[in-house]
């Protein structure tokens, strides 16, 4: 079995900062990319940012140059620094892998429980 927990949520005003952590544990033979999704109230889930076992990082508009996302391999955590928050970035946070369990096995993808982000104005 693969589990990520997250970590890091909270309560912020706008323009703070908060750090999320996700942890990815179990069988696990290769990480191909790790990242951060989140899920307003009445919205869709979406991308927020990824970054691949090669380094290459891909950022939602609406956080560029806000967030950093980053990563420990010895670890297998990735993180998530948010800063200057606004109201709008308030959702639940959700961590991804995309990895391999086992040499031979395809890669899948992993959800973690998701960690509530909330922005007061």
């Known amino acids: 079995q693969v589990q990520l927990v997250e970590s890091g949520g909270g309560l912020v005003q706008a323009g703070g900062s908060l750090r999320l952590s996700c942890a990815a544990s179990g069988s696990i033979f290769s990480i191909n990319a790790m990242g951060w999704y989140r899920q307003a109230p009445g919205k869709q889930r979406e991308l927020v940012a990824t970054l691949t076992s090669s380094d290459l990082t891909n950022y939602a508009d609406s956080v560029k140059g806000r967030f950093t996302i980053s990563r420990d391999n010895a670890k297998n955590t990735v993180y998530l620094q948010m800063n200057s928050l606004k109201p709008e970035d308030t959702a639940v946070y959700y961590c991804?892998?995309?990895?391999?369990?086992?040499?031979?096995?395809?890669?899948?993808?992993?959800w973690g429980q998701g960690t509530q982000v909330t922005v007061s104005s």
């Open positions: 991804n892998a995309d990895l391999r369990r086992f040499r031979w096995s395809d890669r899948d993808n992993y």
